[in-house]
């Protein structure tokens, strides 16, 4: 019988397959030439120690014992090009996942996506950090595959469900992600390689007869009797469907206008906001790992840090070790921050951002606007950020002592943040509670992380655009709007995910209970 093992090994060991093998062959007591495969079932850090160990569980199977590698392979897709058809709003992992499993049950996705393709988009990217002009139909959050493609890629959740995370992952690996992603205890793919994993998506859903619309803003919903009749988009065109997906993002905010507009039922949600910290990569490492030097067998160190200051927890949030910081504004006027990572996560910085959890009472300056009161909050204090840095995509910046200390920061030194960076006293950027909320926290991160309150770290602002501001309700079997027929609102956009895999599984559910109501 194979032999499944827990064990603590070295960084050297676990990353050698031949020292895994000895080391192996010592702990069950063979000798290494009858060890004839070993299939790593989880690898996680412990970083608890001063002397890093990593965690394994493993499979050994020795010589004489059947072994069959596994092949991760996608479901059998059926040809769908003459099926019923439903529009899926959003090409996001909401709206993706949601259109294979559509394809999956028999349905035909017709997938309508205000951005470009992946590689479209790489050009509004490129001008957005070096020109500072911001296409509001293509940028880190709209285009193909929505915000989590030029990002970190990191792919955990909160999702006590594991079966619906290891499908969303064993799909991600069919499409071409290393199949790490489903031994290591924070997976992630980075910025060079989800792309092509998205383009894949996409040819596969043409295949198999789904149809993909790129540059097609969804500008109204059609709706008699309480019932979703189709949508009409920017050029006027109308496309008829009485199934709707509605996986438009947490920046979408023309969608949650428009819904508003035609009254159709949205609510205020919570969200969380704050700054964009950086600090080198080094220090990060130095810190978590207790070292000086991170030796080549460990991983840039993540960090993840909570406190509760002033009645409200305060966190650190979408954490990108080796990363970079990104101009995630959706529309002129405003400024965002957000991280991302290539695989390797090989760059100087980490950088990570640090949020409040905001309560409703903190819209109440806005709550003219009603549902969309959290909208706006959220877009004055990105307005503010613009003008501040001097209306460009650079943002307000300032060193973390400083901040904590209410100085303005004498100078500040060239972060990853390609548009650049302008020196303000954030206090200004956030209301007083916020501010003081962050001063405050940042001196109590430092207590837990020695060395991470520093003036050699540099706040970005703002970042904003951490869940939506909204929650597009529905109903809690059928997934249907509570009062449109049809209508699925859907992902992070709708308030019912948080990252990429939340967002797939929800897409995922949303096309399941389409087929179930037709059945
Ligand atoms: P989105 O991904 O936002 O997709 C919505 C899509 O709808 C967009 O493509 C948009 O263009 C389209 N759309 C909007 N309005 C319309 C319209 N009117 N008509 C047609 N199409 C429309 N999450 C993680 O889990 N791990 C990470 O490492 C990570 N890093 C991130 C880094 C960055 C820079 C950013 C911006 C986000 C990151 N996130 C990360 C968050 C993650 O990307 C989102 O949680 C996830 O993408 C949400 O999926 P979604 O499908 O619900 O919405």
Redesign the pocket.
């Given at each position: 019988m194979p032999r499944e093992l827990l064990l603590q090994v070295t960084p050297e060991i676990a990353a050698n397959e031949s020292l895994l093998k000895d080391y192996l062959s010592k702990q069950i007591k063979v000798s290494p030439q009858e060890i004839q495969h070993i299939v790593i079932l989880k690898r996680s850090i412990d970083a608890r120690q001063k002397a890093i160990k990593i965690n394994l569980k493993v499979i050994i199977y020795l010589k004489g014992e059947a072994f069959q590698e596994t092949k991760i392979e996608l479901p059998l897709y059926k040809d769908v090009s003459s099926a019923q058809e439903v529009i899926v709003?959003?090409?996001?992992?909401?709206?993706?996942f949601a259109a294979l499993q559509l394809i999956e049950l028999g349905l035909k996705p017709i997938v309508?996506?205000?951005?470009k393709d992946v590689r479209g988009r790489r050009r509004d990217l490129k001008a957005i950090n070096r020109e500072h002009i911001v296409n509001e139909?293509?940028n880190?959050?709209?285009?193909?595959?929505?915000?989590?493609?030029?990002?970190?890629?990191?792919?955990?959740?909160r999702s006590k469900k594991r079966g619906d995370v290891t499908r969303i992952l064993e799909l991600l690996v069919a499409f071409g992600a290393s199949e790490d992603i489903l031994v290591e205890a924070h997976p992630?793919i980075g910025t060079n390689k989800l792309p092509k994993i998205i383009e894949d998506i996409r040819n596969k859903i043409i295949e198999f007869g789904g149809q993909v619309l790129f540059d097609?803003?969804?500008?109204d919903i059609l709706v008699k009797n309480n019932e979703v009749e189709g949508i009409v988009?920017q050029n006027g065109d109308k496309i008829l469907a009485n199934k709707l997906i509605l996986?438009?993002?947490?920046?979408?905010r023309?969608?949650f206008e428009?819904l508003d507009k035609k009254k159709i039922l949205i609510e205020a949600k919570p969200f969380a906001l704050g700054v964009r910290a950086e600090h080198s990569q080094e220090l990060i490492d130095s810190i978590q790992y207790s070292c000086d030097y991170r030796g080549e067998h460990l991983p840039p160190a993540p960090y993840s840090i909570v406190k509760q200051v002033n009645g409200r927890g305060m966190y650190s949030f979408?954490m990108?070790p080796g990363g970079v910081i990104?101009p995630?504004a959706t529309s002129p006027g405003e400024v965002v921050t957000?991280?991302?990572?290539p695989s390797k996560r090989d760059q100087a910085t980490a950088n990570s951002g640090i949020v409040i959890e905001l309560k409703l009472e903190d819209f109440k300056p806005f709550a003219k606007f009603g549902a969309l009161a959290g909208v706006e909050f959220q877009k004055s204090i990105e307005q503010k950020a613009w003008h501040l840095a001097g209306r460009t995509q650079k943002v307000p910046a300032q060193r973390m002592i400083d901040f904590t200390q209410n100085k303005v920061s004498a100078d500040i030194p060239k972060t990853s943040y390609v548009p650049g960076t302008t020196s303000v006293e954030m206090g200004q950027v956030f209301p007083g509670f916020l501010s003081q909320i962050l001063r405050e926290g940042f001196k109590e991160f430092g207590k837990s992380m020695r060395g991470y309150l520093t003036n050699e770290a540099i706040l970005h602002a703002p970042e904003s655009?951490t869940?939506s501001p909204v929650r597009i309700p529905r109903d809690a079997y059928t997934l249907e709007h509570l009062q449109i027929k049809g209508l699925y609102p859907?992902?992070?956009?709708?308030g019912y995910?948080?990252?990429?895999?939340?967002?797939?599984i929800?897409?995922e559910k949303c096309a399941l209970m389409i087929a179930e109501s037709l059945k």
């Amino acid at each position: 019988m194979p032999r499944e093992l827990l064990l603590q090994v070295t960084p050297e060991i676990a990353a050698n397959e031949s020292l895994l093998k000895d080391y192996l062959s010592k702990q069950i007591k063979v000798s290494p030439q009858e060890i004839q495969h070993i299939v790593i079932l989880k690898r996680s850090i412990d970083a608890r120690q001063k002397a890093i160990k990593i965690n394994l569980k493993v499979i050994i199977y020795l010589k004489g014992e059947a072994f069959q590698e596994t092949k991760i392979e996608l479901p059998l897709y059926k040809d769908v090009s003459s099926a019923q058809e439903v529009i899926v709003v959003g090409a996001g992992p909401a709206g993706l996942f949601a259109a294979l499993q559509l394809i999956e049950l028999g349905l035909k996705p017709i997938v309508i996506e205000r951005g470009k393709d992946v590689r479209g988009r790489r050009r509004d990217l490129k001008a957005i950090n070096r020109e500072h002009i911001v296409n509001e139909d293509s940028n880190y959050c709209f285009g193909e595959g929505g915000a989590g493609t030029y990002s970190d890629g990191k792919l955990y959740t909160r999702s006590k469900k594991r079966g619906d995370v290891t499908r969303i992952l064993e799909l991600l690996v069919a499409f071409g992600a290393s199949e790490d992603i489903l031994v290591e205890a924070h997976p992630h793919i980075g910025t060079n390689k989800l792309p092509k994993i998205i383009e894949d998506i996409r040819n596969k859903i043409i295949e198999f007869g789904g149809q993909v619309l790129f540059d097609t803003r969804v500008t109204d919903i059609l709706v008699k009797n309480n019932e979703v009749e189709g949508i009409v988009t920017q050029n006027g065109d109308k496309i008829l469907a009485n199934k709707l997906i509605l996986a438009t993002g947490h920046s979408a905010r023309d969608i949650f206008e428009l819904l508003d507009k035609k009254k159709i039922l949205i609510e205020a949600k919570p969200f969380a906001l704050g700054v964009r910290a950086e600090h080198s990569q080094e220090l990060i490492d130095s810190i978590q790992y207790s070292c000086d030097y991170r030796g080549e067998h460990l991983p840039p160190a993540p960090y993840s840090i909570v406190k509760q200051v002033n009645g409200r927890g305060m966190y650190s949030f979408c954490m990108c070790p080796g990363g970079v910081i990104a101009p995630c504004a959706t529309s002129p006027g405003e400024v965002v921050t957000n991280g991302w990572s290539p695989s390797k996560r090989d760059q100087a910085t980490a950088n990570s951002g640090i949020v409040i959890e905001l309560k409703l009472e903190d819209f109440k300056p806005f709550a003219k606007f009603g549902a969309l009161a959290g909208v706006e909050f959220q877009k004055s204090i990105e307005q503010k950020a613009w003008h501040l840095a001097g209306r460009t995509q650079k943002v307000p910046a300032q060193r973390m002592i400083d901040f904590t200390q209410n100085k303005v920061s004498a100078d500040i030194p060239k972060t990853s943040y390609v548009p650049g960076t302008t020196s303000v006293e954030m206090g200004q950027v956030f209301p007083g509670f916020l501010s003081q909320i962050l001063r405050e926290g940042f001196k109590e991160f430092g207590k837990s992380m020695r060395g991470y309150l520093t003036n050699e770290a540099i706040l970005h602002a703002p970042e904003s655009r951490t869940s939506s501001p909204v929650r597009i309700p529905r109903d809690a079997y059928t997934l249907e709007h509570l009062q449109i027929k049809g209508l699925y609102p859907c992902g992070e956009g709708a308030g019912y995910a948080g990252g990429i895999i939340s967002a797939a599984i929800d897409g995922e559910k949303c096309a399941l209970m389409i087929a179930e109501s037709l059945k």
